[in-house]
């Protein structure tokens, strides 16, 4: 039986603290590449806007795998990307100053994107909307980001249906504190308080 290993590299980089979490053995190379690898996108980004967070978060996935990493956790911020074993992550509460959370999620080869609205500039679009924040499941970083970004500014029924016939799964908070999820996830019933 193999000694089980965790090494960990903590940083700042596009205004959020990330943490690489790397648990199949000593892999400080393919940290300290992955660290240099997200702060030369921070570097190069005016923008540390949710779609270059979630680009950063794929490269480091990307480099990880090319070395040989199977168990890992990418958390750049409010982007997470799980590889290997199914661990639990924490969905920050949209009405608390401090980073707690209200809600857990189960996340076996998945990544998850949350987006709050009220740390985003406001326009008239997102004022409009009822949504608190928007917390995506699925496959890729990147096209998270991206529709979290768009789905900031619908209605939460309109937000929701933008799902429809995707592999994605949602978590919405409305300005009046409603939760809402879609099927697949109410089924599954990962979603633990």
Do not use: W
Request: net charge neutral.
């Amino acid at each position: 039986m193999t000694k089980a290993y965790q090494s960990q590299n903590i940083f700042f980089a596009f205004g959020v603290l990330c943490t690489l979490t790397v648990y199949d053995g000593n892999r400080v190379y393919a940290l300290s590449k992955a660290k240099a690898c997200a702060q030369e996108i921070n570097r190069k980004n005016c923008f540390a806007d949710a779609v270059a967070i979630g680009y950063a978060a794929q490269q480091i996935k990307k480099i990880f795998i090319r070395e040989g990493v199977t168990e890992a956790v990418i958390r750049l911020g409010d982007t997470v990307i799980n590889m290997g074993k199914t661990r639990r992550h924490g969905i920050r509460n949209p009405f608390s100053k401090d980073p707690r959370y209200f809600a857990y999620l189960d996340l076996g080869e998945k990544s998850m994107v949350t987006l709050i609205s009220s740390e985003l500039q406001e326009t008239a679009f997102t004022q409009r909307s009822n949504i608190a924040s928007v917390t995506l499941i699925g496959c890729n970083a990147v096209q998270l980001s991206e529709l979290c970004d768009a789905m900031i500014g619908y209605s939460s029924d309109d937000a929701l249906a933008l799902l429809d016939g995707t592999d994605m799964e949602a978590i919405l908070v409305t300005k009046d504190e409603q939760v809402l999820t879609t099927q697949g996830l109410s089924r599954k019933q990962q979603i633990a308080a």
